[in-house]
């Protein structure tokens, strides 16, 4: 083979003085790395270790567990149940044809405050089996033409609900077109509670998805109307109804911020809603709620997060128990050569 | 390459070596006609014919070729196939995310495959470009040679050579420096021998000796197409209207070099890859490790869960369209491309499958392979900068040839080993001789050294025994490393190759022991009958020997010692320097070479003719006992009866011996004799050998007999101890040899594989049966093979162990089909085997039928040419690049410089290389199982839709950035104990043959591992994630929210629990773990901030909406804790109730308490090595044992010199 240069050669006494020159180059150089001695740590589990971790994580999690539980009980939420209760009696049967046809929607709810809510308080609507997260409807929208006016014609992803006559629909793609129309007003003794829909949605998207020199165009010109109209002289980063409905949700259950109600309420107060059920959620038997919270800065009601912390530090605390009595009933002296596998089984291993 | 038969063809061409030669005849007519023989080669005018370039290429790739064959190999592995088909598809609409989520990752992986491909390419590049650019003087045409490169000659020019250079091309030699244009090479390249071999000029291109003699020069060569054959060359050659014939004594091949000749000229025959050398190369099979092979079936087992998963989202996807999706007016189905058609759910469903069967795909760790790759490349940098193993004396490190096999090293259940120059070093030590029926030599040899301290530490050790046991092992220790160290240090002063001593022949007063003639006589055949070269060294004066058999530099070593130094040979003299008894002053005598005859394996002798300068004419011959006391006249054998007796003592000490006799001539008797065999060598006869055979026996016959020698094969350095340290680490150890059965059997006790009391079974064919049939030898060789193992059986003493040693011969059977099921079983029972007289192509034969038989991980180490065979055989094949050349260490994986490293490369690199793969493709699958399945539960809560919840962007992080170099470094720098540990408890080493860390029960409990976090991750995120709030400022969550939050935990997750796995934490494990996790984060906040067209919903997901959640930041810490704990508390519970080998070990090191307690630390290093059968520690305690029997029974202390 064609190696390069004479290996050193001695047969006897053969001439080794040719690779003395080569033996500095071909030497290692000493470096704690090459040679793997670099300083390090060798932590162990000890049961010191394994017990007071266990100890740690459950001293941690228990109080933040139950912190987050207290708060999340605090929150007072209000939900109603509206998508039955909102259709006139001769519908019940066709409740399709009824919110497709052009009747008179409106319909009034009570809702009795069980607790003081201290503003501000959040107004969701909550959408049920609605598949938001739908591969084909998340990516039916085009974030070019939402941000910049000279890119209105972007509209290559939103397709079928791209263009209409060959001019570009704007926002064009289903999640725009299907945009929830539902609207609530309050009032409480028939006096009107106002909601604020300012600042409903992420500063970020206002400010640097949605475009303040864009204005919708052709939006809901089809026949079949998806969803709500926008008000064309409107621009987008003022259109929050919009900018919220456009951050899909992430699971087919999913609550969207309506505005907020700037005063207390307290508890016993009745509260008129005056609402106009237009979404169709009855095609696919789509729950609709609305929801009036609180929040905390847990944000709003789920105690799951709280009973979780619980019970990781309570087991935790079980595991530092349990790793404890049986160290102290079973104990193995730490180091204790008799454990070795030659000391286990004298006489084994014959073959070995 | 059976090298024996190479030594015979090359030292027939000796017979030359003295006088006249047979002259040349001109050829009548051309017999090279036809096919192979088409070459046409004319001298001096290179540019008639076109031929190969002399440049070289070993690079596998070219600039135009790199692409396609580069790529092709990527897209060999089945994973990276799926992987790009994936990539494929992704452009298509059936891609579940952005196509360069799949093509930047394959990209990446495949660009880091194919750099590392180009890399190697490029130094093998650079390699050849040297060897291309390497100078040489070429004829120009007008009787002056100019230099020039290596790669610009071409055939038919003349080129001269000057000592020490290598031949740039296959060459025809036409004439030399001396006058009979002889020169001397050196193979050491192509054979790995490193004597020097003779060439010889065709007699009529002698005058051809000086640079202008080249002007007008013309001549033809006729010969055979290029061919890989090194030691045939069928040529004409045409000069001066006459034809010659050529051999291959003519024909200077391409890498050996000049030697011992100031310069050669030669034309050029066959150049860069026509050469003999380059047609010989072969790329070594390529290997794969057994972690490796299961690694395929583990991506197979993930393949098809892939599949699996992919299936039930695309029936659940069919199902839904068809029945649900007409209802969802929101997605306006059907689409135009029958995607989401509930009119033709099983198309639709189809093309779901397609993209199914792409997001999943992160089940498979794309960058598996290459991570494995780059790891493993470190790992063999590791071992070619270890300072342990690197040689000072030859300068070489140990080098890593593949870095394919590195955890096999750790795996290693049998070595099988060459013996000489392997275990021995192939160096000769004089050590005794015995002269006219007188011995001389005091000193003993390792072996019997070796027996005495273990004698006297063995009554050390039962004196101890009324001590406590922990006392006892430190003496023992000690011991223990003073015999295996202490060797060379006795040494008053060291002369390689004479370690005898006798005041009465080194003080120069032998002439005063009884037979001075005889003295004179035996010293002066040493000194003459050889085939040696001096060489002088300039630095000391002194003269050192190129020398066919290590013996022979031995015997000229000792010779000078005794005052004839051997210090010139001439083609028909030899000259040395005697130190004439009388005058006391060196006296030069001239011995004029009459004829040679040549050690052969089937002579067993060789034979010197003389003529001295008083004019006569003396015969002097060394051989075999066998064959020399067969010739002795009856006058010459008085000293027989007490050189018979020297001999056994010698045989039994494990020393090599050879016979010393002479017989004087008449002139009358020699010259009638030398016409007939001048006649026969000039004869062209087939029968030529066999004549001059003949002839060569009627002369040796009727000697006198002087003497005989004894010299030690040294074993070396450090052997006995690896050995004992190997044995201790279960690796089963086996030596193959060419030597004969008593040679082996005494290597085999001076490095403790074979010891008193243990059972030897000795399998060989009777030489008395040499006239049965084939059929009765073998059901002879089953009937030992079957007592050996009904012996076996009835064996009640645990202790007991057996050594099975078979020759060559009987190996031959017991390799046949039908007994060698159960001779393997036999020689796995044995704790060592021995094979004799096995040719190399045995060699490989054991290796395959103990590979393939036991199903379990081989080793082969050997040196030379005739170990290719079993190294590339073995599922490990290490070289020994010292003394030997090239041809091993060119066809091994491992090269190391001595066999002692072996220890390290093995107990150290081994261990720490299979655990270090192992743990980590465990990690891996598990990190991909982990993120892979949170794509699927996540798919089941979209409708089965295909949409993922991630930013395609964080997809392609994950294999690439954010988990890839904690993985590395957990394969590239994770120790269990350190290497100290390793080697004071070789016990270890078995967690890697008996698989510990990469059995099925690991792997399945890994990916388990990786289910479960996966779940965990998914599961608890979701639910805190659900339709509430997640912070004060009232939002709800959407998909980027939870997507980034669910993305944080998997990252956080998987590096926590990396960083629970780790044993060991340098500063790089650190940067490389807390830095993945904030290089995420670090990415996070990056891509919140560039334009949100590009980063969509991830657009300052971090900065706006998690960072100041509080909410965030507790699922985070609750998912970390939750998904590690269920591992956590395996671990801490296996450790306490379980605990491996090196937890304890650990443990102990970790409190320190082999400082408290060092008599604990001695004895459990001592119990470590209890259970090998062979070594030096076993021999040691069976021999304790035996001894404490015997003192039981005779309740009396002995002296270590009764004992002996």
């Known amino acids: 083979m064609n190696s390069d240069g004479p290996s050193s050669t001695s047969g006897v006494g053969g001439s080794a003085d040719l690779a003395t020159p080569r033996r500095n180059s071909k030497r290692p150089k000493y470096s704690k790395f090459t040679q793997q001695e670099l300083p390090a740590c060798k932590p162990i589990l000890t049961p010191g270790w394994v017990i007071s971790s266990f100890l740690l994580v459950g001293i941690v999690f228990i109080p933040i ?142 400010d640097h998805k949605f475009g303040k020199d864009v204005f919708p165009k052709n939006f809901q010109n089809r026949t079949v109307k998806g969803g709500a109209t926008l008000n064309a002289s409107i621009p987008l980063n003022k259109q929050e109804d919009l900018i919220v409905w456009m951050r899909t949700a992430a699971l087919p259950t999913f609550r969207k911020l309506y505005g907020k109600i700037e005063v207390e309420l307290k508890k016993g107060d009745v509260i008129q809603v005056t609402l106009e059920n237009n979404y169709n959620t009855y095609s696919f038997n789509g729950k609709k709620k609305l929801v009036l919270s609180t929040t905390k800065w847990i944000g709003g009601k789920n105690d799951f997060i709280g009973i979780a912390y619980l019970t990781v530090g309570g087991l935790c605390f079980l595991l530092a128990l349990s790793f404890g009595i049986i160290y102290f009933v079973k104990p193995r002296r730490l180091g204790d050569p008799t454990y070795l596998s030659w000391n286990r089984n004298p006489g084994g291993g014959s073959n070995n | 390459m059976a090298r024996g038969r190479i030594r015979a063809k090359l030292r027939s061409g000796l017979y030359t070596f003295s006088c006249t030669s047979a002259p040349k005849k001109p050829v009548e007519f051309d017999e090279l006609q036809g096919p192979g023989f088409s070459r046409v080669v004319p001298c001096n005018d290179p540019l008639l014919y076109k031929y190969r370039s002399n440049s070289t290429s070993t690079t596998k790739y070219n600039p135009l070729t790199f692409l396609p064959i580069a790529l092709f190999e990527q897209f060999n592995r089945v994973a990276n196939i799926y992987f790009l088909i994936a990539a494929i598809l992704s452009v298509t609409p059936y891609g579940p995310y952005n196509p360069i989520s799949a093509i930047a990752p394959l990209a990446f992986v495949v660009g880091l495959s194919m750099a590392k491909e180009l890399l190697e390419d490029w130094k093998r590049f650079l390699q050849d470009w040297k060897v291309n650019t390497r100078p040489a003087y070429v004829h120009d045409g007008n009787g002056s040679f100019e230099s020039k490169h290596w790669k610009d000659i071409k055939v038919g020019d003349v080129v001269k050579v000057e000592r020490d250079k290598f031949f740039p091309a296959d060459l025809l030699l036409l004439s030399s420096n001396y006058d009979d244009g002889i020169c001397y090479v050196e193979t050491m390249n192509l054979d790995g021998e490193t004597n020097l071999k003779v060439k010889r000029a065709l007699d009529v291109t002698l005058e051809l000796d000086n640079d202008l003699a080249f002007q007008d020069f013309k001549a033809t060569i006729k010969c055979e197409d290029p061919n890989p054959s090194l030691y045939t060359f069928v040529g004409n050659f045409e000069y001066d209207t006459k034809i010659y014939s050529l051999d291959p004594s003519q024909i200077l091949l391409r890498d050996s070099k000049l030697r011992n000749t100031p310069y050669v000229y030669g034309v050029v025959i066959f150049t860069g890859h026509d050469t003999k050398v380059m047609q010989n190369s072969t790329r070594s099979p390529s290997k794969r490790s057994r972690i490796e092979r299961k690694m395929d079936k583990i991506i197979y087992i993930l393949f098809s869960l892939l599949v699996a998963i992919s299936l039930i989202s695309s029936l659940g996807f069919a199902y839904l369209t068809k029945n649900k999706m007409p209802d969802w ?37 794309i960058s598996l392979y290459v991570s494995i790759e780059i790891v493993k490349v470190l790992q063999a940098g590791f071992v070619n900068q270890d300072m342990h193993m690197f040689h000072e004396e030859t300068g070489t490190p140990a080098l890593a040839r593949t870095s394919n096999l590195n955890e096999e090293l750790g795996q290693v259940d049998t070595i099988l080993s060459d013996k000489t120059g392997t275990l021995t070093c192939n160096q000769m030590d004089f050590l005794k001789c015995s002269i006219a ?249 087939s029968n030529r050998d066999d004549m001059l055979e003949e002839i060569s026996d009627k002369m040796e016959r009727g000697l006198f007999l002087v003497g005989a020698t004894a010299v030690e094969d040294k074993l070396q350095q450090g052997v006995p101890q690896c050995i004992d340290t190997l044995a201790q680490a279960g690796l089963k150890i086996w030596v193959l040899t060419g030597d004969k059965m008593e040679t082996a059997i005494n290597i085999g006790f001076s490095c403790s594989l074979l010891r008193q009391g243990m059972h030897q079974i000795c399998i060989s064919t009777k030489d008395m049966l040499a006239n049965d049939s084939m059929q009765n030898t073998k059901s002879d060789i089953l009937t030992q093979i079957t007592d050996g193992s009904r012996m076996m059986k009835q064996e009640k003493d645990p202790d007991a162990a057996y050594a ?109 290389f299979y655990k270090r793969i192992a743990q980590m493709i465990c990690y891996f699958f598990y990190k991909n199982v982990a993120f892979g399945l949170t794509l699927f539960y996540y798919e089941i809560c979209t409708a089965f839709s295909g949409n993922s919840v991630y930013d395609d962007w964080y997809m392609i992080l994950y294999n690439v950035a954010v988990t890839s170099l904690p993985v590395m470094s957990l394969g590239v720098l994770e120790q269990d104990v350190s290497s100290e540990i390793c080697l004071e408890f070789p016990a270890l080493y078995q967690q890697g043959p ?39 400022g009232g939002q709800t969550p959407d998909m980027s929210v939870v997507g980034a939050t669910m993305f944080t935990c998997i990252v956080c997750a998987v590096n926590t629990q990396i960083a629970l796995l780790l044993n060991h934490f340098t500063w790089i494990q ?68 379980y605990p491996e080998d090196h937890h304890i070990i650990q443990e102990i090191k970790y409190y320190k308490k082999h400082v408290h307690d060092r008599r604990m630390w001695r004895r459990e290093k001592r119990k470590g090595r209890h259970s090998a059968k062979i070594g030096f520690s076993a021999r040691v305690d069976a021999k304790m044992k035996q001894l404490k029997g015997r003192i039981q029974k005779k309740g009396a202390h002995l002296a270590p010199q009764e004992m002996l």
């Open chain 2, 329 to 365: 007016w929101y997605l306006h189905a059907p689409d135009d491309k029958d995607l989401y058609n509930p009119d033709k759910p099983s198309k639709s469903g189809l093309y779901h499958l397609v993209t199914a069967l792409i997001l999943y795909g992160y089940l498979i760790p």
């Open chain 2, 804 to 912: 099975l040693i078979i020759d060559g011969k009987a190996l031959t059977y017991a390799l046949d089909d039908e007994l060698k099921h159960q001779f393997l079983h036999l020689a796995v029972g044995c704790a060592s085997v021995i094979c004799c007289r096995v040719s190399p192509k045995q060699k490989a034969l054991v290796v395959r039928l103990v590979k393939e038989g036991t199903g379990k991980t081989t080793l082969a180490i050997g040196d030379g040419a005739n170990d290719v065979g079993m190294i590339q055989e073995a599922d490990i094949g290490i070289g020994i690049s010292g003394v030997e050349g090239m041809q091993a260490v060119m066809s091994s994986d491992f090269a190391i410089a001595q066999f002692r490293y072996l220890e390290r490369l093995l107990v150290v690199h081994g261990h720490w």
């Open chain 2, 437 to 685: 029926g007188i011995p001389y030599g005091h000193r003993t040899n390792e072996v019997e050294r070796a027996a005495v301290r273990r004698m006297s530490m063995d009554l050390d050790a039962e004196d101890f025994d009324h001590f406590s046991s922990g006392d006892s092992s430190i003496d023992e220790e000690v011991e223990l490393e003073t015999v295996v160290t202490s060797d060379n240090q006795e040494h008053k002063r060291p002369i390689k190759g004479f370690s005898f001593e006798d005041n009465r022949l080194t003080s120069g007063c032998w002439w005063k022991l009884p037979n001075p003639d005889l003295h004179h006589l035996f010293f002066r055949l040493l000194a003459v009958c050889h085939t040696a070269i001096p060489e002088e060294n300039e630095e000391t004066g002194g003269y050192t020997y190129e020398a066919e058999s290590p013996d022979e530099g031995a015997f000229l070593i000792a010779a000078k010692e005794f005052g004839f130094e051997f210090f010139k040979r001439t083609q028909a003299s030899l000259f040395v320097r005697e130190k004439d008894p009388s005058s006391k002053e060196p006296v030069e005598r001239e011995f004029k070479i009459l004829n040679i005859m040549e050690f052969t394996s089937k002579r067993k002798r060789m034979t010197i003719i003389v003529r001295d300068e008083k004019g006569e004419i003396v015969l002097f011959c060394k051989g075999a006992d066998t064959i020399i006391f067969d010739r002795l006249s009856e006058k010459g054998r008085t000293f027989e009866e007490a050189t018979t007796k020297h001999l056994s003592d010698y045989g039994e000490g494990g020393l090599r011996t050879l016979v010393f006799a002479y017989k004087k001539l008449e002139e009358d008797e020699y010259s009638s004799w030398n016409d007939e065999f001048q006649k026969a060598k000039n004869s062209v006869s």
């Open chain 2, 1070 to 1137: 650190h940067c490389f773990i807390w830095g993945s996790v904030i290089v995420w984060f670090a990415f996070l906040i990056i891509y919140g901030v560039i334009l949100p067209e590009t980063s969509t919903g991830s657009y300052q997901v971090f900065v706006e909406t998690l960072a100041p959640t509080p909410i965030f930041w507790m699922t985070l810490f609750l998912v970390i804790i939750a998904s590690v704990l269920p591992y956590f508390i395996h671990a801490a519970f296996l450790r306490s109730f």
């Open chain 2, 994 to 1032: 008996k698989n510990l860390f990469f059995g099925w029960y690991r792997i399945i409990g890994w990916i388990c591992n990786g289910v479960y976090t996966s779940a965990a991750i998914f599961y608890l995120t979701m639910l805190i994630f659900t339709t509430q709030p997640f912070r004060g």
């Open chain 1, 65 to 206: 567990g139950l912190a987050s539980l207290l708060a999340s009980r605090n929150v007072v939420e209000l939900v109603d149940r509206y998508e039955t209760a909102c259709i006139p009696d001769g519908f019940k049967k066709d409740k399709v044809k009824f919110i497709q046809s052009d009747s008179n929607k409106t319909c009034n709810r009570n809702l009795r405050v069980k607790k003081d809510m201290k503003p501000p308080i959040y107004v969701y609507y909550q959408l049920d089996n609605f598949y938001q997260n739908h591969r084909r409807y998340v990516k039916s929208r085009s974030d070019q033409q939402l941000k910049s006016k000279n890119k209105e014609n972007e509209t290559d992803d939103c397709k079928p609900e791209a263009t209409i006559n060959g001019k570009a629909i704007l926002p064009c793609g289903l999640i725009a077109w299907s945009l929830f129309n539902d609207t609530y007003s309050f009032s409480r003794s028939s006096q009107k509670l106002q909601v604020n829909k300012k600042d409903i949605s992420w500063k970020s998207d206002r």
